[in-house]
Nanobody, 124 residues
Framework: QVQLVESGGGLVQAGASLRLSCAAS????????MGWFRQAPGKEREFVAA???????QAADSVKGRFTISRDNAKNAVYLQMDSLKPEDTAVYYC??????????????????WGQGTQVTASS
């Protein structure tokens, strides 16, 4: 049974940092593209960043230069370092996994497995 468990969310002031973690079980992350998505109230789920086993990365323009995705293969975990948080970053953040295809996709509909989400709130 595949499980993705996020942690590390919280309430911070704008400009602060948070580090999200995603612990995977039931799959080996080196066989998957691992992504982070977020969903704010009343909005559609949106792509944040993704990483492939050979360190190919992709990030949304809105977070480039502020957020960094990384992984630890030995721990079977993926991380999202979020710096200089803004109020517009407030959302539930989800970890997701997709079996490797030709290239990383930002389309959340195409991901196979999802975590339960963790709330991130950046107050102004």
């Amino acid at each position: 049974q595949v499980q993705l468990v996020e942690s590390g969310g919280g309430l911070v002031q704008a400009g602060a940092s948070l580090r999200l973690s995603c612990a995977a079980s039931g799959l080996t992350i080196t066989n998957y593209d691992m992504g982070w998505f977020r969903q704010a109230p009343g909005k559609e789920r949106e792509f944040v960043a993704a990483i492939r086993w050979i360190d190919i990365q992709q990030a949304a323009d809105s977070v480039k230069g502020r957020f960094t995705i990384s992984r630890d293969n030995a721990k079977n975990a993926v991380y999202l370092q979020m710096d200089s948080l803004k109020p517009e970053d407030t959302a539930v953040y989800y970890c997701a996994a997709r079996g490797i295809r030709s290239r990383i996709t930002p389309d959340w509909h195409l991901y196979d497995y999802w975590g339960q989400g963790t709330q991130v709130t950046a107050s102004s």
